[in-house]
């Protein structure tokens, strides 16, 4: 049974810091290109960060410089580091794992960033 399970999320002021953490399961974790997602009320889901097995990362452009996704085979984990949140970064965090045409979600975390 695959198994993605977000952590991490909760309540934070404006310019705070969270790490989200996507634990997984059921996967060859190594394979899989893995990804965060969101979804901000009365919006469509959008990628935030993504990094492939290599690792090569990519990111949208309103989180470069402010958000960092990593990923730690080891533990057959996948992060995301959020710096400088801001109000807009409000929404449901979903992880992803991705290969050719087959997709596994987590069940997401919310994230609300206000004073």
């Known amino acids: 049974q695959v198994q993605l399970v977000e952590s991490g999320g909760g309540l934070v002021q404006p310019g705070g810091s969270l790490t989200l953490s996507c634990a997984v399961s059921g996967i060859m974790f190594t394979t899989y290109a893995m990804g965060w997602y969101r979804r901000a009320p009365g919006k469509q889901r959008e990628l935030v960060a993504s990094i492939t097995p290599d690792p090569r990362t990519t990111y949208a452009d309103s989180v470069k410089g402010r958000f960092t996704i990593s990923r730690d085979n080891a533990k057959n984990t996948v992060y995301l580091q959020m710096n400088s949140l801001k109000p807009e970064d409000t929404a449901v965090y979903y992880c992803?794992?991705?290969?050719?045409?087959?997709?596994?979600w987590g069940k997401g975390t919310l994230i609300t960033v206000s004073s």
């Open positions: 992803n794992a991705a290969r050719i045409s087959t997709n596994y």
